[in-house]
């Protein structure tokens, strides 16, 4: 059973960069004609797609954070990241990595982090 | 907001069934058939339980159903249980600069 787990700090100064890994176990990064990526959500909201890295190496990312927005692949340690910089108050959120098949289907998730960004 | 529009609540008793909407734009719901819906309870994780519009993974209840006509997409859940009380979200696949989008979610009140 695949299983994914975050990992990261939980709190980030405004204008530094979040950087966030998930840690693929049970199954291999590099499965064929897989999307693994992160979702989050703010605090009483809704999920907001982030982006996605296809197993090719692919990037797909939500327009309005794709200045701002880095997913990589670290295949030697079956593991995925996030990076997230500028971060302001707004990136407050729980933050989770997910995988599924289809980029628009996550059947995989990891259990969340919560990131907060404040001084 | 949202890309996609949900109704903020529904409420249903036990036994019965209810059916949430999503609805979106050609260039999303209605243009593939790529919808899916997740069911999260607080402090967890969304769960997929509908993809591809009415396709449902392994292990999902087949008293959860998914359909969709035109650029609005419904979860239908029959025959509804107390576990059932839930956030319940639709995504789609879009042709816009973002390929993702969900919806604002609804939340499940089972009376």
């Known amino acids: 059973q695949v299983q994914l787990q975050e990992s990261g700090p939980g709190l980030v100064k405004p204008s530094e960069t979040l950087s966030l890994t998930c840690t693929v176990s049970g199954d291999s990064i590099n499965r064929n004609n897989f999307y693994w990526g992160w979702v989050r959500q703010p605090p009483g909201k809704g999920p907001e797609w982030i982006g996605s890295i296809f197993y090719s190496g692919s990037t797909y990312y939500k327009a309005s954070l794709k200045s701002r927005v880095a997913i990589s692949v670290d295949r030697s340690k079956n593991q995925f990241s996030l990076r997230v910089n500028s971060v302001t108050a707004a990136d407050t959120a729980v933050y989770f990595c997910?995988?599924?098949?289809?980029?628009?289907?996550?059947?995989?998730w990891g259990q969340g982090t919560m990131v907060t960004v404040s001084s | 907001q949202s890309a996609l529009t949900q109704p903020a609540s529904v409420s249903g008793s036990p036994r019965q069934s209810i059916t949430i909407s999503c609805t979106g734009t050609?260039?999303?719901?209605?243009?593939?058939?790529?919808v899916s819906w997740y069911q999260q309870h607080p402090g967890k994780a969304p769960k997929l339980i509908i993809y591809?519009?009415?396709n449902r993974p392994s292990g999902v209840s087949n008293r959860f159903s998914g359909s969709k006509s035109g650029n609005t997409a419904s979860l239908t859940i029959s025959g509804l249980q107390a576990e059932d009380e839930a956030d319940y979200y639709c995504?789609?696949?879009?042709?816009?600069?973002?390929?993702?989008?969900f919806g604002g979610g609804t939340r499940l009140s089972v009376l």
């Open positions: 050609s260039s999303d719901v209605g243009g593939y058939d790529y």
């Open positions: 997910m995988g599924g098949a289809a980029i628009d289907a996550f059947d995989i």
């Open positions: 591809e519009v009415s």
């Open positions: 995504s789609s696949y879009t042709t816009t600069s973002t390929p993702v989008v």
